[in-house]
Nanobody, 133 residues
Framework: ELQLVESGGDSVQSGGSLRLSCATSGYSSSTFCVGWYRQAAGKEDREEER????????????TYAEAVKGRFTISQDNDKRAVYLEMDSLKPEDTGMYYC??????????????????????WGQGTQVTVSS
């Protein structure tokens, strides 16, 4: 069974940093793509409306939303079966619930550079990030 478990969310001041982790199991990292998506604060949590933040494919090629380019870094450690999201220079507008999502790369390969959230079949439970000004 494929499982994704996020951790690392916290409350920080504007300009601060956080590192989110996604512990993964039940799939081959050589064929799956993993993304970080977020639900903005104050909005109803609907999977199809989650905003893409960063995606990493099975070849470790990455793509980022314009809003986070230069500030966030997605990486994958195949030995630890983990995907990370390093977030620097955090802004209040980065506040939200952050989700780890996975999909077979073969399914979403035509949707790059940024697959919409409904493209991902597997989701974690989310981890909350709050950035105060």
């Amino acid at each position: 069974e494929l499982q994704l478990v996020e951790s690392g969310g916290d409350s920080v001041q504007s300009g601060g940093s956080l590192r989110l982790s996604c512990a993964t199991s039940g799939y081959s990292s050589s064929t799956f793509c993993v993304g970080w998506y977020r639900q903005a604060a104050g909005k109803e949590d609907r999977e199809e409306e989650r905003e893409g933040v960063a995606v990493i494919d099975s070849n470790h090629i990455t793509t980022y939303a314009e809003a986070v380019k230069g500030r966030f870094t997605i990486s994958q450690d195949n030995d630890k079966r983990a995907v990370y999201l390093e977030m620097d220079s955090l802004k209040p507008e980065d506040t939200g619930m952050y989700y780890c999502a996975a999909a077979a790369c073969a399914v979403i390969t035509t949707m790059f550079p940024f697959p919409p959230s409904p493209s991902f079949a597997y989701w974690g439970q989310g981890t909350q990030v709050t950035v105060s000004s």
